[in-house]
């Protein structure tokens, strides 16, 4: 069989399974409400988290857990929402929606353009021009550096955009990327940013300067400090710091580091969904897995089914698992950390 045939059957038999498992759970069809719901229950349970941490009920690691768990649910909604998978004739709900799990996850681009560098993933996965996954370290060798901006997709990706627009115009000059495509993506990826995400990231990036100097100040190694005017927008900015920048932080590193080394890069045959992703549910992700709902054991599935919900993705994973390994899709390769994510032998 071609990887065409391949993935063609794929798609019908965890499509089958999907309409097997609705037929016994009918429930499962009631797609707008369960997404409300869940969306709502994410919400509720951080503010609850973040009152009790405030009143000091809750202490900090398991606000940051807690919190950091359930944004990592409201990071699937937004993925969901991506795809119109919820409210699509009711534009108001939908985007209501969009906005509120943007604003509780503000270290992340704006979802409305990341849905245009996400179609475009799902168009070119592993090419030089996907550039959702390369702003995600996707494809470089692993070293301090990757492991230091897995999470920052600010600075992080200031010190990746040189080789990226280069690869962007060789690709042009190859006739593998229209020039109008390119110019487009070079664009949004700067205005997916603004200003939400960069002031977010500015607002970490002195916090953890000053808790730096902080410390450095108490073993008389230096005695330096930042203007009043900065300690005291810190201080005015606390609890958002706490409830909302710090959990994202932790949520964000953990689904960067799955999502980046269970997708392929660099080798990747265009449109050879197989070649694309594979399942990276091996036991020592768990702790990560958990702030990103698994997102490693489900994703590959998403590649092959687009328009799923990512809660019957679940639901029915083992079933879909099986038809991937069946057909060839990789499990647990985890020779992808030594050749820096390509599909084949990585050759610098």
């Not at 390769?333 to 030594?338: A, E, M």
Request: net charge positive.
């Amino acid at each position: 069989m071609t990887h065409q045939q391949k993935s063609s059957q794929i798609r019908k038999e965890i499509n089958l399974s999907y309409q097997e498992l609705k037929g016994a759970y009918p429930i499962l069809k009631l797609q707008n409400s369960i997404g409300l719901a869940i969306f709502l229950i994410a919400i509720v349970a951080i503010l609850a988290v973040s009152i009790g941490w405030y009143k000091t009920l809750v202490p900090t690691w398991l606000m940051i857990v807690a919190n950091a768990f359930f944004m990592g649910v409201l990071h699937e909604i937004e993925h969901d929402l991506i795809h119109w998978l919820y409210f699509k004739k009711q534009k108001t709900v939908h985007h209501f929606m969009l906005f509120t799990v943007w604003i509780l996850r503000p270290l992340t681009v704006n979802p409305w353009i990341r849905r245009t560098l996400h179609h475009h993933h799902h168009k070119f996965s592993g090419t030089l021009h996907d550039v959702e996954e390369r702003s995600v370290t996707n494809g470089e060798p692993w070293t301090i550096k990757r492991l230091l901006t897995t999470p920052d997709v600010v600075l992080g990706g200031l010190l990746r955009l040189h080789r990226m627009f280069s690869d962007m115009d060789r690709e042009v000059k190859n006739g593998n990327l229209k020039v109008e495509t390119s110019s487009k993506l070079k664009q949004i990826m700067f205005l997916s940013i603004v200003p939400v995400t960069i002031f977010a990231h500015v607002i970490l990036y002195f916090f953890f300067a000053d808790a730096l100097l902080g410390w450095l100040n108490g073993r008389s190694v230096l005695d330096l400090s930042f203007p009043h005017y900065v300690d005291n927008m810190l201080i005015s900015l606390n609890v958002i710091i706490y409830t909302i920048l710090l959990p994202n932080l932790l949520r964000q590193f953990c689904l960067h580091f799955i999502t980046s080394n269970m997708h392929y890069f660099g080798d990747v045959e265009e449109g050879n969904v197989i070649e694309q992703t594979q399942v990276l549910n091996i036991w020592w992700t768990y702790p990560m897995q958990l702030f990103c709902f698994f997102f490693g054991w489900t994703h590959s599935i998403h590649h092959f089914v687009v328009n799923e919900t990512f809660y019957v993705r679940h639901i029915g994973r083992k079933k879909a698992q099986e038809v991937l390994k069946k057909y060839g899709v990789r499990f647990n390769d985890l020779g992808t950390f030594k050749r820096a994510n390509r599909f084949r032998e990585f050759s610098k």
